[in-house]
């Protein structure tokens, strides 16, 4: 069974940078050719696609937030890490990590997703 669990800091201030930490369960980040996605959804929007990283360790980032995002991996303990800078209230979501099929492009695990709010 694959899971997926998202963690960061909760509150996050106007400019400041925050990181969140995806740990996966049941299958390698490194393994079966799977990318790792950041999908974020604002109060009453849609999800949107932040960005991936493949199995090989390629990134891919949304062009709308490419200039502030960063994703990276810690191999050693299966984790997908996304960093957001320059931070603004646009920015509350919920963060979801999820694994994409190389086969049908959609993602067939989610976390449960962690709350990000920015406010000073």
């Known amino acids: 069974q694959v899971q997926l669990q998202e963690s960061g800091p909760g509150l996050v201030k106007p400019s400041q940078t925050f990181s969140l930490t995806c740990t996966v369960s049941g299958d390698s980040i490194t393994a079966n050719y799977y990318s790792w996605t950041w999908i974020r959804q604002a109060p009453g929007k849609g999800l949107e696609w932040m960005g991936h990283?493949?199995?090989?360790?390629?990134?891919y980032y949304s062009p709308t937030h490419e200039s502030r995002t960063f994703i990276s991996r810690d191999t050693s303990k299966n984790q997908i890490t996304l960093q957001l800078s320059a931070v603004t209230p646009q920015d509350t979501a919920m963060y979801y990590c999820?694994?994409?099929?190389?086969?049908?492009?959609?993602?067939?695990?989610w976390g449960k997703g962690t709350l990000v709010t920015v406010s000073s």
């Open positions: 990283i493949s199995y090989r360790g390629s990134t």
């Open positions: 999820a694994r994409q099929s190389p086969l049908t492009g959609a993602m067939d695990y």
